[in-house]
């Protein structure tokens, strides 16, 4: 899937002024951006240097939590669109002299931010500052809850492979209970007409009165059955009660992602995983190195696309 005019933005506009919930974009804002995010991805394709359309704004990316794809992609994309860029350390920040978060994100906003792309544990904390600062925020992980830029460049990453996500059966697999994407994923691709569904143990998936639309398998076989894309996530131990990593015991042998278990998919299903990956917990080795059936390394590669055109909507409206 490729394009070479930049998509026209939805009538009236790009409606989001914030990114902090899958719930902040229209339908029309999801489509642009899917369209968007090719756009850019030519250019990184091309190694042709994109217009630089958020020259003389000011991009502050605030991690309170470690990160390598996500804070890395977003580096990446505020500086391919000309953004100047400032990277928080925050391990040497004044957070650790007593500073509030929101005090930090306001000192920084103060320096003259024109958006804010901040990944906490704290669930609640990019509506606090959304409430605060007048600059737009991003939400670069929050919590169990959401991770609304992964779930769009996960859904640029199965459009470019299979045109469309309607109609597509997406087998979501591995711990969702602690997992923020898989919440934005099965929003999101739900709304782009996918059937989604959840694959795991029992005391992986999340409560009963949490997505009570979506269908759960507590095996492969039934699980992957019909599926065009199986997802693996990761084990999410540092938000596990304390003996979490109890659960990857036997995980593998009953719920990894390998040849063999892809097999019970469609034939020529795709796998995914959202990184970092744990081999031979979620996912073979060999399995997500596969060019011809792993769209893993594509999905980082969206990852700066999505994120470009995330921002650019963000900034300019779609003008």
Known sequence: MTTSERPQPPKGGFSARRLI???????????????????????????????????????????????????????????????????????????????????????????????????????????ALDETLSCAIVNGGAGKREHPTQALLDAAAVRSEFGTLEGLTIAICGDIKHSRVAGSDARLFQRLNANIRFVGPKHLMPSDDQFTDIPRFDNLKDGL????????LRMQFERMEEGGREAAQGFFEEFGLTHESLKLAKPGARVMHPGPMNRGVE???????????????????????MRMACLDALLTRGE
């Open 283 to 305: 996912i073979c080795g060999k399995l997500a190195d596969d060019e011809e059936l792993s769209l893993i390394l594509r999905q980082v590669f969206y990852g700066v696309a």
């Open 21 to 127: 919930a899958i719930d902040d974009l229209s339908d029309a804002d999801i489509r642009y951006l899917l369209k968007l995010s090719e756009y850019y991805a030519g250019y990184l394709r091309r190694a042709a240097p994109p217009p630089r359309r958020l020259a003389g704004k000011t991009q502050i990316n605030l991690f309170f939590e470690d990160s390598t794809r996500t804070n890395l992609s977003f580096d990446l994309a505020g500086k391919k669109l000309g953004a100047d860029v400032i990277n928080v350390p925050v391990a040497a920040s004044s957070v650790h002299k007593g500073e509030t978060m929101i005090d930090t994100a306001q000192t920084m906003a103060a320096m003259g931010a024109h958006l804010m792309i901040v990944r906490a544990k704290e669930e609640d904390l990019h509506y």
């Open 225 to 232: 059955d019909g599926a065009d894309v199986a997802m693996a």
